[in-house]
């Protein structure tokens, strides 16, 4: 197992390199220019002379050559570089939202696991039942309703109904932990809702698959209990595919509430890369695309490891 | 409901013109001020920026040398400078300095400062960007006699000198920072303004706290106050809805005014004032037809900026008729003058079968071309549609593209566009910066239309050095013909700033431009 988890974190390295060139090329093909977005966005009356003096002092003017390995040099010493809208280190770019991000999509799997597995449980058991149609309809409407919608209907019931507002500005939860929950719960409920809605369904057709299976019947024939079969014997094999969703949807979390943050003011990596990516900051782009990555890596070997943890067929060599 | 909206709407506007006697109450010291910015600042370096989120982020921290009076704006007045005298030939310009300013850190301010500071902007070293180089190209040399007094020789007659030392851009830096680091303000908060710089949270918020030893003795009045980035316009209502944020200084639309109006009643104050923007057609003449002066001066024409006026100002920022002068200003060209030149008249009907005729003539009848465009709801959007709509009753097919801020910039400063909407972003109403967008485009490379036209750059040459206000004005005009004749690039209309302040916020004073009277000093909370 931990031969396995080595090999597969050392196979992230290739695959990083991989990721690198291919946004490094893709982003040159990109028509603008950051320089001229920075100086005459705003209708600036700049010079050509001051842009290229700022084109040379970002070494934008470089052959492309040279700055695919000025960055590949970078990534080996673990420097991303500065972010070409702002001056500042990329990780610190990233750092600042990241806390955030990661905090939402942690509390948004959270509430998603909560209320998606005795759903989905109680839909494929009571199966045509009301409770299932109701668990059905629920969910349907989860998969229907876009989350930023959602998250503006929450910000218009709370400002309409109770004249309040959740904070506009990011307290750290280990700052003020009462601040910090009352302003990610909401984003949070709002893309929840979404995720348990996908896990739910899953969760509810693998089970009424798995529930179909000899190995169930055996065990009801030989007389265990109904809540063992169930807990034991069939739900541990039909989260098998829910974890993959929760592993995949955690891993777009990180980077994809684009709207959501923008609705609820949350300064998140979503936010981040829209803003990136139409200024031209290809540093900042390159750096975040990488995080991205790796982080899909790390969650896909993490639900690898799962399979093996809830399924003892499977051993990892 | 129409009816009550609008009956709120006119209450909120009753009371906006009833703010200047509420504002006579007896300030209110204490309290943090909580406003909304729609952009954050790249850097913080007022030197090298033209956005207004340099400025509404680093104003409260800084001082300039001079400054607008809004009250009689365009008027300037003293900041740093306790008194100043041009010599007569507008060679020389004295400035006394106040003696009692000291930056953050402690140190005084003296003229060396105000010196470095001008150099810094108009001669920048290796590696500063200065926006301002050419608007102090005519400075010759900067003496510092003592301490607190400063000498600007000119190499030549500026007839807006005055007004450019008043410009928000030009923050009063440290010499000795400098000195240490050129680029030290572009990451460094450090002035002599109201308030001392706390934190900036990147993608969140910027906050400072009052300057107990501001030269002005009793401001600042706040305690300190928070300028919160909120980039999406219907988290910025939310929030100043439920009285999280309490101004936006830039501009909201029409339908967002309404939408606070109805929902806040006489707890938001709106004030209102046509707006040193304007969005301009560009004809690139380096792509035919568009080189024809014909087939540039039907298409002008064809638009009716009156009709456009009315229907356009419901729904979007885009406003007021004007020329290349911001209407209503000292050198604007009065309507009844307006009306007389191409495209600007009232007969709709006439100048549109003149436009068909322009275009038979020139071998074009049944023209279609690109219009290149910004993808901003406001007022791109609206103002693209409206040209489109307008063209095609000429017989004239337009195609509508927009594309994100760095491909649209990209494509306009390459030339890679038939006909594009592009706009002019003044601090103030000085001619010689709204002019500056017309001239020869080996000249001035923000003329996209790539025209060259001596005869507009010897009459803008001469309106600069022209002192006499009303020969200024005939030399205006007579640009303002000569454009419009030729039609390289030609306003569609100017826009209209809308800014929402909660009752609460007392002391902020409304001007023409966004830009200007963003220091916060004089702002205090009724609460």
């Known amino acids: ?30 028509p603008g220019d950051v320089v001229e977005v920075k100086l ?5 009356n700049v010079s ?28 080996a010493t673990l420097d991303l570089g500065k972010s070409m809208w702002t001056d500042r280190p990329v990780i610190e770019e990233i750092g600042i939202r990241l806390e955030l991000s990661l905090q939402v999509a942690v509390m948004a799997t959270i509430i998603a696991v909560l209320i998606a597995i005795p759903m989905g449980t109680l839909a494929a058991l009571l199966r045509d039942s009301w409770i299932d149609y109701v668990v059905r309809l629920v969910t349907i409407g989860g998969l229907a309703v876009p989350s930023f919608w959602l998250g503006m209907l929450l910000m218009l019931s709370l400002l309409t109904l109770f004249n309040w507002l959740p904070p506009i500005t990011f307290t750290p939860l280990y700052v003020d932990p009462v601040a910090n929950l009352t302003q990610l719960i909401w984003p949070a409920l709002a893309v929840g809702y979404r995720y348990s809605a996908v896990v739910a369904r899953m969760v509810r057709s693998s089970l009424l698959e798995v529930l179909n299976e000899d190995y169930i019947r055996t065990a009801r024939a030989k007389g265990v209990f109904e809540n063992i079969v169930v807990s ?51 540093t900042l782009i390159q750096g975040m695309v990488m995080m991205i990555a790796l982080f899909y890596m790390l969650v896909n070997l993490t639900v690898d490891m799962l399979y093996a943890a809830f399924d003892p067929r499977i051993r990892y060599r | 409901m129409k009816r009550t909206a609008l009956a709120l709407i006119s209450a909120a506007a009753m009371l906006a013109f009833a703010a200047p006697a509420a504002e006579a109450q007896t300030p209110k010291r204490g309290g943090t001020f909580t406003f909304a910015i729609s952009a954050e600042t790249p850097n913080y370096d007022c030197h090298g920026s033209d956005t207004y989120a340099t400025l509404h982020f680093s104003a409260p921290f800084y001082s300039t040398l001079l400054k607008f009076n809004l009250d009689k704006y365009p008027e300037v007045t003293g900041d740093l400078a306790e008194s100043w005298t041009v010599a007569p030939g507008l060679l020389t310009y004295t400035f006394k300095l106040h003696r009692n300013v000291a930056f953050h850190d402690g140190s005084p301010l003296t003229s060396a400062d105000v010196k470095a500071t001008y150099d810094r902007l108009r001669d920048p070293p290796a590696g500063v960007v200065s926006t301002r180089k050419a608007t102090f190209a005519d400075i010759d040399r900067i003496e510092t006699p003592d301490p607190y007094t400063v000498v600007f020789k000119m190499k030549a007659v500026n007839a807006a000198m005055l007004e450019h030392f008043a410009s928000p851009w030009n923050c009063i830096y440290s010499a000795k920072r400098l000195a240490e680091d ?15 710089f706390t934190e900036h949270v990147k993608g969140s918020h910027v906050a400072g706290k009052r300057n107990d030893k501001y030269f002005r003795q009793g401001l600042p009045y706040l305690d300190g106050f928070k300028g919160v980035f909120m980039l999406q316009a219907a988290a910025m209502l939310n929030a100043f809805q439920g009285g999280q944020v309490l101004a936006e200084f830039r501009s909201v639309s029409p339908a967002e005014r309404d939408r606070l109006v109805q929902a806040m009643g006489d707890k938001v104050r709106i004030e209102e004032s046509s707006w040193t923007l ?56 009065p309507e009844a003058e307006l009306v007389k030149l191409p495209g600007f008249g009232k007969d709709i009907n006439a100048a549109r079968a003149e436009a068909r005729r322009l275009l038979r003539e020139a071998g074009v009848p049944n023209l279609s071309f690109t219009l290149h465009n910004r993808n901003l709801a406001q007022p791109y959007t609206p103002g693209g549609i409206y040209l489109v709509d307008q063209w095609r009753q000429i017989g004239v097919t337009a195609e509508h593209k927009q594309f994100e801020t760095s491909p649209y910039l990209a494509a306009m400063s390459s030339g890679n566009f038939e006909v594009a ?82 009752k609460v ?20 909370l009724n609460q």
């Open chain 1, 40 to 44: 005459r966005g705003d209708g600036g």
């Open chain 2, 505 to 524: 916020v007392m002391g902020w004073k409304m001007s023409p431009s966004h830009n200007l009277g963003q220091d916060l000093a004089e702002v205090w």
């Open chain 2, 278 to 333: 304007n969005l301009l057609v560009v004809f690139n003449v380096e792509k035919k037809p568009f080189d024809d002066v014909r087939v540039r001066r039907a298409l002008n024409l064809a638009i009716d900026r009156w009709g456009g006026s009315q229907g356009l100002s419901r729904t979007s920022t885009l406003r007021s008729v004007g020329g290349v002068i911001r209407p209503g200003s000292p050198y604007a060209t």
């Open chain 1, 232 to 282: 034991r014997h069939a739900l541990r094999n039909a989260l098998l595919p829910a974890i993959t969703v929760i592993g995949l949807e955690f891993a777009f979390l990180i980077g994809g509430l684009v709207v959501t943050e923008q609705v609820f003011n949350l300064n998140g990596i979503g936010k981040l890369f829209v803003q990136s990516v139409s200024r031209n900051d290809f």
């Open chain 2, 182 to 196: 050129a680029n030290f303000p572009k990451t460094n908060v450090m002035g002599t303004g109201p308030f001392i």
């Open chain 2, 421 to 502: 909407i592009d706009f002019s972003n003044l601090f103030m109403d000085e001619p010689s910066l709204g002019l500056a967008k017309y001239v020869s485009f080996d000249k001035a490379p923000q003329n996209l239309s790539h025209a060259i036209d001596r005869e507009l750059d010897s009459l803008f040459d001469k309106q600069v050095r022209e002192l006499d206000m009303k020969k200024r004005i005939d030399l205006i005009k007579a640009f303002e013909k000569r454009l419009f004749d030729q039609a390289y690039q030609v306003p569609l209309l100017w826009w209209h700033r809308i800014v929402p302040t909660n």
């Open chain 1, 48 to 75: 050509e002379e001051t842009l290229k003096l700022e084109r040379q002092r970002l070494g934008l003017d470089k052959p492309l050559i040279a700055q695919f390995g000025d960055w590949m040099i970078g990534l």
């Open chain 1, 1 to 30: 197992m931990l031969r396995y988890a080595i090999h597969r974190l050392l196979l992230m390295i290739p695959t990083l390199i991989g990721v690198a060139i291919v946004v490094f090329f893709m982003l040159r093909v990109v």
